[in-house]
């Protein structure tokens, strides 16, 4: 556990979220010190903790420093407990279809009524216009909105790999509570705030349409781009591994010609601006290729930092656990998953007095903290008896937890 300062102790979020945009606006909050109590359906919890494949790691990832409740809130005394905990909340969160929670009676309109100083946060696939209605994902939105397009070779759409449209909804989402909650303390009124998946995916490709305003061509994907710069690209190097190389300046060019012996490259009067050396790339592009594959990746990666060229091996995400950065102190927090296993776990990109928001509990078990919570909201003995039947037992819990 951690030490790291909590900015955000003392407020409580509500998170009613599944799969990737929800958990990740509730872990920012929750990293910074709020209490973020998941609410999760009874028994069985969160689904997102079983989904196999692509999706197996969405709940490690997302939902470390959470409280865990599992309430069935199609059950008058579940709906009762849920209602009560979001009247003694400062946020609510959720990022279900449009008008799950108003046809739960836990829509903004009601919610406000008996909370007004509640800040209210709906995570959906569209905001305001023609499409809201429309049921999205990731891949909808890259795939509709250009980023597929321009990730992908000429006529081969390509997902990006990583769910980038969702982690960053979740995070300007938390833009917007934060802007709420200072709002708040000049008006003493919460508010209503959205972000879309849509809008996120076109502040991603935002410049690749002004791009088109400005020149007149649209951008061509990535792959098949004609770049900005004349040396942009990945190697391959002599033991069969791979590296980029950026040379972004004319002072990165030296750099790198005199790093790799290049001299005649230095001083040929045609490859003096990185204009003239765009233009002529197929004339030393291949100098470099053969260049490269007669050094292994250490050598020429050995090489770049010395001279503080930009470089990056090519590298798997399995492979991440053993990069001596990210196992630097504090740049990762330990949990453990469902199956039992421990693992480490990227901590927020972020430093903070001096030190990354950490770990303060490990990732809950469905309903964990049932008991806690309603103990706070002042239930008795004899109150709490009557919601359990609404509420998972640890039994069936853990049982789900594990399948």
């Known amino acids: 556990m951690t030490s790291a300062p909590r900015p955000l102790e003392g407020v409580r979020?509500?998170?009613?979220?599944?799969?990737?945009?929800?958990?990740?606006?509730?872990?920012?909050?929750?990293?910074?010190?709020?209490?973020?109590?998941?609410?999760?359906?009874?028994?069985?919890?969160?689904?997102?903790?079983?989904?196999?494949?692509?999706?197996?790691?969405?709940?490690?990832?997302?939902?470390?420093?959470?409280?865990?409740?599992?309430?069935?809130?199609?059950?008058?005394?579940?709906?009762?407990?849920a209602t009560h905990l979001v009247r003694e909340s400062d946020v609510l969160i959720e990022n279900f279809g449009v008008?799950?929670?108003?046809?739960?009676?836990?829509?903004?309109?009601?919610?406000?009524?008996?909370?007004?100083?509640?800040?209210?946060?709906?995570?959906?696939?569209?905001?305001s216009g023609?499409?809201?209605?429309?049921?999205?994902?990731?891949?909808?939105?890259?795939?509709?909105?250009?980023?597929?397009?321009?990730?992908?070779?000429?006529?081969?759409p390509l997902r990006a790999g990583a769910s980038v449209n969702d982690v960053m909804g979740g995070l300007f989402g938390v833009i917007a509570i934060q802007a709420a909650l200072w709002e708040r303390q000049r008006t003493g009124k919460g508010t209503f705030v959205r972000a879309g998946l849509?809008?996120?995916?076109?502040?991603?490709?935002?410049?690749?349409?002004?791009?088109?305003?400005?020149?007149?061509?649209?951008?061509?994907?990535?792959?098949?781009?004609?770049?900005?710069?004349?040396?942009?690209?990945?190697?391959?190097t002599a033991d069969g591994e791979k590296?980029?190389?950026?040379?972004?300046?004319?002072?990165?060019?030296?750099?790198?010609?005199?790093?790799?012996?290049?001299?005649?490259?230095?001083?040929?009067?045609?490859?003096?601006?990185?204009?003239?050396?765009?233009?002529?790339?197929?004339?030393?592009m291949p100098r470099l290729r053969e260049m490269f594959g007669r050094r292994d990746l250490s050598q020429a990666a050995t090489i770049c930092e010395r001279v503080g060229l930009p470089f990056a091996p090519i590298l798997r995400p399995d492979q991440l656990f053993d990069d001596p950065h990210l196992n630097h102190t504090g740049a990762t927090v330990e949990v453990t998953l469902g199956n039992g296993v421990r693992t480490q776990v990227p901590a927020l990109p972020f430093e903070y007095g001096g030190t990354r928001p950490g770990l303060y509990h490990?990732?809950?078990?469905?309903?964990?903290?049932?008991?806690?919570?309603?103990?706070?909201?002042?239930?008795?003995?004899?109150?709490?008896?009557r919601l359990r039947p609404s509420l998972g037992s640890a039994a069936t819990a853990k049982r789900e937890q594990v399948r």
């Open 13 to 81: 979020v509500v998170e009613f979220s599944h799969m990737v945009m929800g958990p990740t606006c509730g872990l920012i909050l929750a990293d910074l010190g709020a209490d973020v109590v998941k609410v999760e359906p009874a028994p069985g919890g969160d689904k997102t903790r079983r989904l196999p494949g692509s999706g197996a790691g969405y709940f490690g990832t997302y939902n470390r420093n959470k409280r865990s409740i599992s309430v069935n809130l199609k059950s008058v005394e579940g709906l009762k407990f």
């Open 99 to 127: 008008g799950v929670l108003d046809r739960l009676g836990l829509g903004y309109d009601a919610m406000q009524e008996i909370n007004p100083s509640l800040v209210y946060c709906a995570l959906k696939g569209f905001l």
């Open 130 to 156: 023609p499409y809201e209605q429309r049921a999205a994902l990731d891949e909808v939105v890259q795939m509709m909105g250009g980023l597929a397009y321009m990730t992908g070779p000429e006529g081969c």
């Open 198 to 236: 849509f809008e996120n995916n076109m502040f991603l490709v935002a410049q690749h349409m002004v791009q088109y305003r400005q020149t007149g061509v649209p951008a061509a994907p990535m792959p098949e781009r004609v770049s900005a710069w004349a040396v942009y690209d990945v190697f391959e």
């Open 243 to 284: 590296i980029f190389v950026g040379v972004v300046s004319d002072k990165q060019w030296a750099q790198f010609c005199n790093a790799f012996g290049l001299d005649d490259l230095l001083q040929d009067a045609e490859l003096q601006t990185n204009t003239q050396r765009v233009a002529r790339r197929d004339a030393f």
């Open 362 to 385: 490990d990732l809950p078990q469905i309903g964990e903290h049932n008991d806690a919570v309603a103990r706070e909201l002042g239930y008795s003995d004899e109150a709490l008896e």
